[in-house]
């Protein structure tokens, strides 16, 4: 009887998609946005003026001189170039590191001192400044506790709070002892609370199943669990990649070393985060197999304000900032060059006293400095990143796409520090930043 009844209301739910769950009526209203310019992320060009009638949350249609229904909204956005909300598709929203601590030490911490509920209330509130930075979908992978991402996703999708869309995947999988180095055998089980640890082939698709079960919507494993010294066996990634399938999750892995990426993509996982150490050999590999690079980057204005804070003492000189952005540039240039796919994501997890959204975004002028074209930047964080989470109303500006919008003061071609200058954002239809 109580399933009939939840089958029921789900049922409603599903008819009515303009009712959110916790029962605000969001009234598809019309809207029309006028774009003096509009990136195309489907082709990586600039399109001269464009309308983009939204309704709802969706988008209708784009076109030019669109004519403006009776009763639509129109937001004036013909000084500005507007684009999809940018997607980062890795933070780590419910961690944040004072640079002078480390990984262990800041995590146990987290774990034992912070707790899940504080973790995800702080979480929220730097979700939001992704969304203020025209930031408006993320991919959070792990370092949340345990599953204090997927509340805090519940919690946005309610309208509960502002922030951006939300791929989660719970606790990653990993080999024994999570990131922790240096955690003593008998406290073993603190690792546990912050990362899933696999034991065997059996255990890798019970972990998926579990974490699909309590929320997770993206599955992360560690290849190797660095600076740990433990791999995840190709037979316990190819089971997790297997069971992910099953249950239609993409599976991304954390990978530093050219070891541990060739072992994952030989595993069939859709993306690498990191790969720092990818050999040109293994970059084609990926290309040919289809598998992401997802490349997690601090710039040069990151760096410093990371250093100020860090050591405060020795401030760092001109050659110790050109050496580091110089093996940034060059490990970035080689991956362009392989033609791999790539998603943008920042892995700001460091605390830089500025709204984290704001610095995650700088990984973008990452990129820009080691020579990529704005376009492709722009498609690393819209199309690139949609096509990878499965999602084809994503990261995209046309008809049945989410009213995923933002816009920025400049041309970014041009300047690309127009991108820091963010006139409007709009998420699923509602605006956040800009004429309301
Ligand atoms: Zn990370």
Redesign the pocket.
């Known amino acids: 009887m109580k399933c009939v009844k939840i089958a029921l209301i789900f049922a409603m739910l599903w008819a009515m998609p303009a009712l959110s769950i916790n029962g605000q009526t969001t009234a598809a209203e019309i809207t029309v946005i006028r774009a003096g310019r509009l990136f195309d992320s489907e082709n990586g060009v600039f399109l001269p003026a464009r309308d983009i009638v939204i309704k709802g949350n969706t988008i209708e249609s784009v076109g030019e001189n669109l004519p403006v229904p009776k009763g639509a909204r129109v937001v004036d956005l013909r000084r500005y170039t507007v684009m999809p909300g940018l997607i980062d598709a ?1 933070v ?1 929203l419910l961690y944040l590191e004072n640079p002078s601590g480390g990984l262990t030490a800041e995590g146990v911490k987290a774990i034992t001192m912070e707790g899940t509920p504080l973790r995800a209330l702080r979480g929220a509130a730097r979700a939001r400044t992704f969304l203020l930075a025209g930031i408006t979908t993320v991919r959070d ?3 949340s506790g345990r599953f204090g991402d997927v509340a805090v996703r519940l919690a946005i999708n309610e309208g509960s709070l502002d922030g951006p869309r939300m791929y989660v995947s719970g606790p990653g999988l990993s080999a024994e002892g999570g990131q922790f180095p240096g955690l003593q055998y008998n406290y073993r089980g603190i690792a546990e609370e912050e990362y899933r640890i696999v034991r065997g082939v059996e255990d890798a698709r019970i972990a998926v199943r579990e974490n699909v079960t309590y929320g997770a919507n993206v599955i992360k494993i560690y290849s190797s669990a660095s600076p740990n010294p433990g791999f995840l066996s190709i037979e316990e990634m190819r089971a997790i990649v297997e069971e992910a399938r099953l249950l239609s999750v993409k599976v991304t892995a ?1 990978a530093t070393s050219d070891i541990a990426i060739k072992r994952a993509v030989e595993a069939g996982v859709d993306s690498i ?1 990191h790969g720092y150490r990818a050999e040109d050999a293994t970059l084609t590999l990926m290309k040919e197999r289809g598998v992401a690079l997802v490349p ?1 980057y601090l710039d040069s204005v990151n760096i410093k304000r990371l250093y100020a804070i860090a050591r405060p003492a020795r401030p760092l000189t001109e050659q110790e900032l050109s050496a580091s952005l110089k093996q940034r540039y060059e490990r970035l240039q080689r991956a362009m060059k392989s033609g791999v796919t790539m998603v943008a994501g920042s ?1 700001n ?1 460091i605390d830089l006293k500025v709204p984290q959204g704001e610095a995650a975004k700088r990984v973008l002028f990452t990129y820009h400095d080691a020579g990529m074209e704005t376009a492709q930047i722009l498609q690393s964080a819209t199309i690139n990143a949609a096509r990878l989470f499965g999602e084809p109303r994503l990261g995209v500006i046309k008809t049945g796409a989410f009213a995923d919008i933002i816009a920025v003061d400049g041309d970014p071609v041009k300047d690309f520090d127009a991108l820091e200058r963010i006139k409007f954002v709009m998420k699923d239809g509602k605006i956040y930043v800009g004429q309301p």
């Open positions: 890795h780590h992978l792990g370092n954390h985060e997690t892995d997890y």
